[in-house]
C-alpha cells in the first residue's frame, strides 16, 4: 500500500494543477526547515507558478541576504519536495498596502 504523500508526488509529476498545488503546499511547509527560524519570521513563500517560486520579506535587508542563497534554497526544497519542479527563486520585499487608496 503506498502513503498518501508518495501518491501525491507521482501525481505532480504528470498533472500541473496538482503539480502547482503540492510544491505550493510542501514548499510552505519546508521552508522554516530550509531557512531556518530568523528568516522564516520576515519571510515567506507566496506563490508557485511555471516552475517558479515566490517569497516575500518584510525587510530588504532579509532580500539581501537570502538572494545570495536562492541555488541553495532551490535545490533544498527540490529534495524535500523529491521532484525537481522549482526551476528558479524570486525574492522580493513585500509591498506595503496604503490606507484609503
Known amino acids: 500500500m503506498q502513503r498518501l504523500g508518495d501518491v501525491l508526488r507521482e501525481l505532480a509529476k504528470k498533472n500541473l494543477f496538482i503539480k502547482n498545488l503540492y510544491v505550493s503546499t510542501l514548499s510552505r511547509e519546508h521552508f522554516e526547515d530550509v531557512i531556518g527560524k530568523p528568516f522564516n519570521e520576515h519571510c515567506k513563500v507566496v506563490m508557485f507558478k511555471d516552475g517558479v517560486i ?38 522580493r520585499k513585500k509591498r506595503r498596502a496604503i490606507n484609503g487608496l
Open 54 to 91: 515566490y517569497i516575500e520579506c518584510d525587510d530588504q535587508l532579509f532580500v539581501t541576504e537570502l538572494n545570495f542563497f536562492r541555488e541553495k534554497i532551490r535545490e533544498k526544497l527540490n529534495d524535500r519536495l523529491g521532484i525537481y519542479a522549482i526551476k528558479k527563486v524570486v525574492i
